[in-house]
């Protein structure tokens, strides 16, 4: 099948038959595997200085898209996704230079140990080849997704969204360009351009991808588990709690809960279900309610009863990634009511609790069954830059091979390196 030829519409893309590109990528990853940290560092560094000189032809190609959003009628959280400003440039120039900062996994010897035989056995960090990434809406992916591919030693091809095509075509052109300047291949990063149902089908099975990772909503979730026949690490849906517990200081939960629903609530790691503690609901439900200003509130029966503006909530609310100006809210009668609710409802991504019982903070450590469980902090900080990651390409809610935030490693293989002296097997 071949990819929809485009224009000036979308520059940098990558305008040919699908399995001419992968077979590019493929001789891309070979060079990249044996590549010098120095090299990959100067394509970071080099993309992230080309971001910052070149901001404004990105800033203005992201106008068009966030233009025709609009006019297509695109929701608020769909354009915060969409939307890049000068600060969401800069920090996409600050991850690509934290990125360089991080120690190459490449060669990193993960055990080592000597057989009574004398062979000795190693296992090395090796990257994992070319790996696929197909996503919506977020330009920044396009950036964070390169950075972490090309330093672990990966050639990458990206399929964004059409609504983002513009804003994704100029980040690719100044990633090839970054790349070419530091001695790399220029198809250490490959874009295929938006098309119809069947391009997005056929790159979910092109045969070279050593590895894809989807980043989006149910639908397109749905359609990578449908078509998808390359290995899969699912970035999956964020519906995150925040449990507020009897000993919580009231306070700090309020501070949490606000940061944890309103900072961002289009990304999926805020906050979509707040517990209470029955204990303390009568005091916190209206203190934080008053502090959640444009925030929808709906909630259980025990819930209206003290907040009695407070719509009803559904089954469907408590089991839903808002993911914007909405938060379902429910009271427990203790901590085991409310990791029975989590595990009834989570996707796995992130859960918080809120308590200076050190007790209950470390059974619900111990017991919620998410990729990142939190302890008196914000859900917001499950992203692979503020952990230490530098930036993240994903934050995987299954448990193999990687879970959580997915940085340097995550996008590494093993090898198994055994060096002898003759030795023969009897």
Request: proline share 4%; with cysteine; hydrophobic share 50%.
């Amino acid at each position: 099948m071949r990819a929809r030829r485009v224009g000036a519409e979308y520059p940098g893309a990558m305008a040919e038959d699908l399995d001419e590109l992968g077979e590019r990528a493929v001789t891309a990853a070979r060079a990249l595997a044996r590549a010098r940290r120095a090299a990959k560092d100067a394509f970071l560094t080099g993309a992230a200085a080309l971001l910052e000189e070149r901001r404004e032809e990105v800033l203005a190609a992201n106008a068009q898209d966030v233009a025709a959003a609009e006019t297509a009628g695109a929701d608020a959280t769909a354009l915060d996704r969409l939307r890049l400003t000068p600060a969401r440039v800069a920090q996409m120039a600050e991850g690509l230079r934290a990125v360089a900062a991080q120690a190459d996994p490449v060669g990193e010897v993960v055990a080592g140990w000597v057989l009574p035989n004398g062979l000795r056995v190693s296992q090395v960090r090796v990257p994992l080849g070319v790996v696929g990434v197909v996503y919506e809406n977020r330009p920044n992916v396009t950036a964070d997704a390169a950075a972490l591919a090309v330093k672990a030693g990966n050639a990458v091809v990206l399929r964004g969204s059409s609504a983002a095509a513009r804003s994704n075509g100029q980040i690719v052109e100044l990633l090839r360009l970054a790349a070419a300047k530091a001695g790399l291949p220029e198809d250490a990063v490959l874009a295929v351009p938006p098309g119809d149902h069947e391009t997005v089908r056929a790159f979910l099975q092109l045969p070279v991808l050593d590895c894809l990772v989807p980043r989006g909503g149910r639908q397109l979730l749905a359609a990578v588990r449908q078509y998808a026949t390359v290995p899969t690490i699912i970035d999956g849906e964020g519906n995150c709690h925040v449990y507020v517990d009897r000993a919580a200081d009231l306070a700090m939960a309020e501070a949490i809960v606000v940061n944890a629903k309103t900072q961002r609530p289009s990304v999926c790691n805020a906050a979509e279900t707040l517990l209470v503690h029955a204990e303390v609901a009568e005091t916190f439900l209206p203190r934080v309610a008053a502090a959640l200003q444009g925030v929808e509130l709906v909630g259980d029966e025990r819930v209206r009863r003290i907040l009695p503006g407070v719509g009803p909530a559904s089954e469907e609310d408590f089991a839903q990634e808002f993911l914007g100006p909405k938060l379902a809210v429910g009271v427990v009668d203790d901590l085991e009511q409310a990791m029975a609710h989590i595990a009834r409802y989570s996707t796995g991504h992130s859960e918080a609790i809120v308590t200076e019982d050190l007790r209950a903070a470390e059974r619900f450590l111990a017991e919620v069954d998410a990729a990142a469980v939190l302890v008196n902090a914000s859900t917001r900080f499950v992203d692979g830059g503020e952990l230490g990651l530098g930036a993240e390409i994903g934050i995987s809610t299954q448990k193999l091979h990687v879970r959580g935030p997915m940085g340097l490693r995550a996008l590494t293989s093993v090898k198994y390196q055994i060096r002898g002296e003759g030795q023969v097997r009897s």
